[in-house]
Structures are given as structure tokens and as C-alpha cells.
């Protein structure tokens, strides 16, 4: 039906908007608050939450791609269960490839591939989004939902990998900390801390980027 | 008098001049000396005569026993450890070495505390342009109190900052914050840096520099010794529990404070000028502080009935003479911000944060500080347990109404 309407350019503005409006108006984490169960387990280290991001970009790319092109022919009374059929072969997928090819990063990741199935966000873009656009759209929407997501992953780790475990990027950044062979700054007193792993704080280190984007842009701030 | 009023008043910051965004700093340190002259015109809002500033210098003066037998309690375990002194009875020998020590110890603590504090603090009211308020003046010496004598300098600050930030300036500042200031530092350093808050090397200012440990000291306080199911370790056997505590001390000991634990907690005697104080002024609610005490008998005792490990046998009067419990219960759940506000909720509240208290030491012997965390699930509680106790009377006086 709306082939006789003009063609739509790729990346017109509305599209754009799709992209970029997840990043920071919009961030699924800190503003929607999905997603944060991901986003207290796996930020330990940044190299799991650039996998995590990217295996959340795979599932909500295609799965969006997949609903949207199956939207009309879904019945709205067991359109959960369809979804939920998609998420999961997909994430089978993602799974298999991360035992086969990276199978250290999938052991730390461990349940949590597994676990992308109930990450609110892509049954959220499914329902919000997917069941409602064409294919194009849909998938601009899964890219910028999951920037927006791995953003907030990304920075939370970041963090906690610094002044957690003292390394970037798994490189020693304040010398070694092994019992017996103290080297850089543990040699004078400085200790990794131990909280900022507990899943716990990731709690803390989202509400101060919450905090953060809320002072930064005061039209977030929710009145009551 | 006269003189320094002037000398303050050349110094105010005028409300349009290049200063003016330090008028909270200024007015911060005017009203920590003198009465402001400005009464509220109308609609006044005053329930008490006394204000913040001098509810919180009380507090401060009800901690300074503590403070002080800190100080001496830090040097006589230093010097214990080196096997100086003895443990028992040389307790006024080398008096002066020992407070020397103390001081060097837990002044730069109290230092640290204060200074890097009192900056967010005062960072948070510059920033807002809000008056500085006191609430930091209390929480500021409680936190040294706290921590073992040993704890690092820059752990202190980081544990303030985080609290002082996190606990209570996101929620609005002084007055606003839901959780006690002082023990969310506490549970920062206690989580964060767990081998520097809690095991058998800390609580013995030095203890780290010293080879061997004279015989009968271990280096454990009495409540860990307590649960040490191998002691004295050469023997091998199920000896914890009471036995173990009674190889060491006695129930005057603790009730003195001459055992060794973080700084200001150790003497119950301490804790009590401080209560009577509090009381006597009226800052810290009795009924808290009875129901919390009731609390951790009733559950103490509890846990005799039926003890299956060393903890459990351990008498309900040590209970509230071991650890921080006699500190917290006067100090820590009577903070009115964080207690709950009616009457009848802070007997529940008292009662079940004791009771918590005592049950999470008995069953976890991996926390047996279980005082800190009862007391800040608690405070989380409080306004639930306000919530019910208000509701329960509303519904009350509609049914009397209602059968009038």
C-alpha cells in the first residue's frame, strides 16, 4: 500500500532519528531501564561487554528484521510466543558461534548468552517497534537501541575493570598484584577494590550515569 | 566576642559581588559561632529550641569517650602485640606510649575524615546554593570510630566520598539521606577492602610488622575468637563458642572495652556516657535504643536454645557487650533521620534491627559485624514500618468514629 507513496531515501531524516535518539534521549538502559540484569552481570571486564553488545546487536538486528517481515501474517493472540521462538533461535546461534570460536570469552559469559532471551530490550523493540515498521526501519532501530545499550555497558565496565580489577583491556595498568610479586602501586599500599566487582555496584555506576545525563539534560528529568 | 563578629562580618560575601557564590561557605562558618540574628517572620516552623548545629556539637561531645578510650584501647593492643606489655593487668603501664601511639593512629583518621567530608560537602552546597548544614560534623567522627586503627588514609577518603555522595547528597543532602552515612562508609570499606576490614590481622594496631605474636594473643577480636572452631589451634578440636571466649576474656573485659576492635566500639562503659548524655538531651529516642537492646537479647537467647555453632552458644549479655552491637545501639540506630518517626515503629524498628543483628552475626560467620548490615537493611525499612503504623491508626479512629 504505500508503494504508491514516494520512495523513502535510506537514511532520511526519520531514519536517522531512529539511530540516534536510542543513543542519548532515549537510552534504553538509562532511560527505558531495560536491559540492566545484562548490565550488572557481564560488565566485570569490557572485552564481555563488547561481546555481550555485539551478540545483542546480532539478536536484535535480525530478530527485528525477522518480526518486522513477518508482522501481517503474526496473530496478534500468539504473537509472544512467535517472538519468543525468534529470540531463541537466534540466540542458539549466537551461542554456538561464541563456544566455537571464542570459547574462554563464552565461559565467562556462561548463562548470560543464554540469558540474551529474556533481555528486555529486544522484546521490547519487537513489541514496540518491529510488529508496527517495514524491515529498514526496524533494523535502524535494532542498531541504535544496541549502540545505545553498549554505550552503557561499555562505560560501566570500563569503570569497573579500572578500579576493580586494575587492568584495561585485561593489560595491568597499576603494576601486578599477585601475593609475594606486588610491582607499580600495590607496592605502596594502593588495593584493587573488591565492591566494584560485586555485581552491586554496576547498580551504583548506572545511577551515576543516570545522574550524569540528567544533569546534562534537564528535559529528562521526570516531573513529579 | 564583638570582635571576631566584626572581623566575620568585613568577610561576608555580598549577594551580587564576585564572591557571592561562597555566601553558603561564609554563612557555614558564621553560624558555627555565633546565634544568627534572623528570626522566620511567619508561619514558623521551629518544633524544638535547640537547632542542627547544636544537636550535632552534642553528639559529637556524647562520642568523645569513645573517642579517647579509642585512642588509649589502639596503643595498649599495639604494644600488646609486640609483646611489650602483657594482655591482662599492665593496663596503665607505659600510659603515655600507649596514647602517643593512639593518637598518631586514629588522629590523622579523624583528620581525613573531617577534611575530605566536609569538601563534598561544602562542594554540594556551593554548587546548589544551599546553606551548609551540620550533618556531616557527627557522621565525620562516627566513621573513624568504626574502622580499625590500621585502616589507609586514602581508603578512609574514598569510603567518605562514596557515602558522603552516594548516601546522602543524591537524596538531597543533610537530613534527607535514608541510610546511615557512617555505616555506608563502613559497608564500602567492608566490601571493598575486606582483607583491611575484617580476619585476624587488623584489629592489632602494627600487628602486619610484627614476626610472631606473643603466646596467648591472636591477633582475632574476641567475637571472631569466639567463633574459631579450632582453638587453641594446637589441639585441633571443637573448643569455639563460649570456651574459646572464656580462654581469653571475660564478660568484664568486653563490658571495659580491653579487647582489641576498630577504634571507638570496644568499651560498652564508653558507649553508655555517651548514652546518657544522648538521652539525657533527649536527641536519642529510649525507645529505640531498649527495643534494640530487647532485640538482641531475645534473639541471643534464642539461639542458645538451639545452638549448632559456636556463635549460637555464645550468652546473650556477651552478645551485647562483643563487637559493635553496644555502639550501634547508641549511636547508630538512634540517628532520627534514618530511625523511624512514630512511636510505636520504633519499638518494631529497634526490636528487629537488634534481632537482625544478632541473627546475621549468629549464622554468617563470614560477617560477624552483623550490626552494620542490620542496621542499614533497617533504616530501608523504616519508612514501610511508618507506613503500616500510621495506617493501622487511621483505620483505628474510623472504626471509632464510624460506631459513634
Known sequence: MSEAKAREPLFSKKNKKLVTTPLDDDNPVTIQVLGICSALAITVSIEQALVMSGSVLFVLGAGNVIVSLLRNLIPSRIRIIVQLVVVASLVIIVNEVLKAFMPDIAEKLSVFVGLIITNCIIMGRFEAFAMGNKPWPSFLDAVGNTIGYGIVLVLVSVFREIFGAGKFFGIELFGSNLPGEESGLYTVGYMNNNFIILAPFALFAVGLIIWAQRARNKALIEDH | ?404
Open chain 2, 1 to 404: 566576642m564583638k570582635g571576631i563578629e566584626k572581623l566575620m562580618r568585613k568577610f561576608e560575601p555580598s549577594h551580587d559581588g564576585k564572591w557571592h557564590k561562597l555566601h553558603p561557605v561564609w554563612d557555614g562558618f558564621y553560624t558555627i559561632l555565633f546565634t544568627p540574628g534572623e528570626t522566620t517572620k511567619k508561619g514558623s516552623h521551629i518544633r524544638d529550641a535547640i537547632d542542627l548545629k547544636r544537636t550535632m556539637a552534642l553528639v559529637v561531645i556524647a562520642l568523645v569517650p569513645c573517642l579517647l578510650f579509642g585512642i588509649y584501647n589502639t596503643g595498649h593492643w599495639h604494644y600488646v602485640a609486640t609483646g611489650e606489655i602483657a594482655p591482662k593487668g599492665e593496663y596503665l603501664e607505659m600510659f603515655g606510649d600507649k596514647v602517643i601511639y593512639g593518637l598518631i593512629q586514629v588522629l590523622p583518621i579523624v583528620v581525613v575524615s573531617y577534611a575530605v567530608g566536609l569538601a563534598v560537602e561544602f562542594a554540594f552546597c556551593v554548587k546548589n546554593q544551599h546553606a551548609i548544614q551540620e550533618g556531616y560534623l557527627v557522621s565525620g567522627m562516627l566513621i573513624p570510630l568504626i574502622v580499625p586503627a590500621d585502616t589507609p588514609l586514602w581508603m578512609i577518603a574514598v569510603a567518605v566520598i562514596f557515602a558522603v555522595v552516594l548516601g546522602k547528597e543524591v537524596f538531597g543532602g543533610t537530613g534527607m539521606n535514608i541510610v546511615n552515612i557512617a555505616l555506608t562508609a563502613r559497608a564500602f570499606l567492608f566490601f571493598g577492602y575486606p582483607t583491611m576490614m575484617s580476619g585476624d590481622k587488623v584489629w592489632m594496631s602494627g600487628i602486619s610488622g610484627v614476626e610472631t605474636l606473643p603466646e596467648g594473643v591472636t591477633g582475632a577480636t574476641a567475637l571472631g575468637e569466639a567463633a574459631s572452631f579450632t582453638f587453641p589451634k594446637s589441639e585441633w578440636v571443637y573448643e569455639g563458642g563460649v570456651k574459646a571466649f572464656e580462654a581469653n576474656w571475660t564478660l568484664w573485659d568486653s563490658f571495659i572495652g580491653m579487647i582489641p576492635g576498630s577504634v571507638g566500639e570496644t568499651s560498652v562503659i564508653a558507649c553508655l556516657i555517651g548514652a546518657a548524655l544522648l538521652l539525657f538531651t533527649g536527641i536519642a529516642s529510649w525507645r529505640i535504643m531498649i527495643s534494640f537492646v530487647i532485640g538482641g537479647l531475645f534473639v541471643g537467647w534464642l539461639s542458645n536454645l538451639g545452638a549448632v555453632n559456636p556463635y549460637m552458644e555464645l550468652d546473650p549479655l556477651l552478645h551485647l557487650c562483643l563487637g559493635g552491637f553496644a555502639f550501634g545501639a547508641v549511636f547508630m540506630i538512634t540517628d532520627p533521620v534514618t530511625a523511624s518517626q512514630t512511636n510505636t515503629g520504633k519499638y518494631i524498628y529497634g526490636f528487629l534491627a537488634g534481632g537482625l543483628g544478632i541473627t546475621i552475626r549468629v549464622f554468617n560467620g563470614a560477617y560477624p559485624e552483623g550490626i552494620m548490615m542490620a542496621i542499614l537493611f533497617m533504616n530501608i525499612m523504616a519508612p514501610t514500618i511508618d507506613h503500616y503504623v500510621v495506617n493501622a491508626n487511621i483505620k483505628r479512629r474510623m472504626k471509632r468514629l464510624k460506631t459513634a
